[in-house]
């Protein structure tokens, strides 16, 4: 089992629609999580952070952590063309470590 | 305050040369992590580099190399380049190695094509 998973998508919701994406990780005492966006041909850009259980939201955006059920999603509510990218969880694991591990990424697709 | 820079961002080497990849870091940030990411892939862990030490490694071969310099900017060098080589090369910087809830700034990456 990979320690990170995403669907890799495509994800293709219509312009104004919830986008959902999830990532599950295998290690429990994981702490913090991220989400960056990666749009073709270009380098990863930091969206969101959080550590703790429930939800954190900015602008548009809203990430959920369930440490209980082992994963942390990010809703992109009213989706606009330009959130079409990829999407890449990043989680702590325990085990001492501070380096995190990336998830595949998932491919999202707004259409108009 | 400049971001991350890399150069050179594209690069085609033939199989068996040495590269150089080189990355500034963001004003301020004295962690430096490289990552190695293949078409449709997430990035994966090459090295990490803080206050001019290896921090940790993932699984690649000694071939894959580094260095930090006193201004927190870092090489990567690969030798005896292999076809699977071939990939985008992430460069990082974040605040601090020593904290799990920092971020990374990414360099806009360099396009590396073994032949």
């Known amino acids: 089992q990979k320690e990170v998973e995403q669907n890799s998508g495509p994800l293709s919701v219509p312009e104004g629609a919830i986008a959902s994406l999830n990532c599950t990780y295998s290690?429990?005492?994981?702490?913090?999580f991220f989400w960056y966006r990666q749009y073709s041909g270009k380098s990863p850009e930091l969206i969101m952070f959080?550590?703790?259980?429930g939800d954190k939201e900015d602008g548009r955006f809203t990430a959920q952590l369930n440490k209980a059920s082992q994963y942390v999603s990010l809703l992109i509510r009213d989706s606009q063309p330009s959130d079409s990218a990829t999407y890449l969880c990043?989680?702590?694991?325990?085990?001492?470590?501070?380096?995190?591990?990336f998830g595949r990424g998932t491919s999202l697709i707004v259409h108009p | 305050e400049t971001g991350v820079t890399q150069s050179p961002t594209h690069l085609i080497k033939t199989r068996g040369q040495q590269v150089t990849l080189r990355c500034s870091s963001q004003?301020?940030?004295?962690?430096v992590s490289w990552y190695q990411q293949a078409l449709g892939q997430g990035p994966q862990f090459i090295f990490q580099?803080?206050?001019?030490?290896?921090?940790g490694r993932g699984n690649f071969p000694p071939r894959f190399s580094g260095l930090q310099f006193p201004n927190y900017s870092s090489e990567l060098n690969v030798n005896a380049l292999e076809l699977d080589d071939s990939a985008l090369y992430l460069c990082?910087?974040?605040?601090?190695?020593?904290?799990?809830?920092?971020?990374?700034?990414f360099g806009s990456g360099t396009r590396l094509t073994v032949v």
């Open positions: 990082a910087s974040s605040l601090s190695a020593q904290s799990r809830s920092y971020g990374y700034t």
């Open positions: 290690d429990r005492g994981s702490q913090s």
């Open positions: 959080i550590y703790s259980n």
């Open positions: 990043a989680v702590y694991l325990t085990g001492g470590s501070y380096i995190p591990t």
């Open positions: 004003s301020g940030h004295n962690t």
């Open positions: 580099y803080y206050r001019e030490e290896e921090n």
